[in-house]
């Protein structure tokens, strides 16, 4: 693969239950056309990952959502599992670093259950989107046109449904950060709770 992301900072939000193979997929990816991609988590030292049915592997937190910003980034990952997204989009730092992204026109990727911290970021009105098929409701109420494809480019936000779409996803994903910046109607982002 070529490097045509050489210098591109890439922010991958997690905790404790992301999907791992919806983190180290996509990395690899990212890393291998010259990303550099930072593990960032609510808490210092690690987070462990669930892997198909039970838990796995452990991972190295990078840096906490404490000390980052999100004008430090070019673009977002968001990794799914059920646990992962489902405490991030409870945490006020992790939502307010995804919403800051998706204003700043920002590229963002979030597969399986990622796009919830989406849907509590206020970002999805008005988006062509997929995701788990569980979520399906949830999108569909917070504003969002959902589809069962295996992945949707909506202006840099890049949306797949499981770990099997994981190819098709790395694909857009490289090709929407590559791109950079997104245009983005300021009118679809919803207030913050």
């Known amino acids: 693969m070529t490097q045509q992301l050489n210098g591109l900072r890439v922010a991958a939000l997690v905790t404790h239950g992301f999907e791992q193979i919806e983190l180290t997929e996509p990395k690899r990816a990212l890393e291998a056309a010259g990303a550099r991609v930072d593990t960032i988590a609510p808490e210092a030292g690690k987070v462990r990952a669930w892997n198909g049915r039970d838990w796995g592997d452990e991972f190295r937190v990078d840096r906490t959502l404490g000390e980052v910003r999100q004008d430090e980034y070019d ?11 489902d405490k991030l989009r409870m945490n006020p730092d992790a939502v307010a670093f995804v919403r800051e992204a998706y204003l700043a026109g920002k590229p963002i990727a979030a597969i399986c259950h990622g796009p919830w911290t989406l849907i509590d970021a206020g970002v999805v009105r008005g988006r062509r989107m997929t995701s788990y098929p569980s979520l399906k409701t949830d999108l569909v109420n917070a504003g969002a046109t959902w589809v069962d494809e295996e992945v949707v480019v909506d202006s840099g936000l890049v949306t797949s449904r499981r770990p099997d779409d ?20 300021a009118r679809q982002v919803q207030p913050s709770a």
Do not use: Q, S
Request: aromatic share 6%.
């Open 75 to 85: 673009a977002v990952l968001l990794p799914g599992g059920v646990l992962n997204p």
């Open 166 to 185: 994981l190819p098709a996803f790395n694909r857009k994903m490289l090709e929407e950060f590559g791109e950079g910046r997104h245009e983005r109607p």
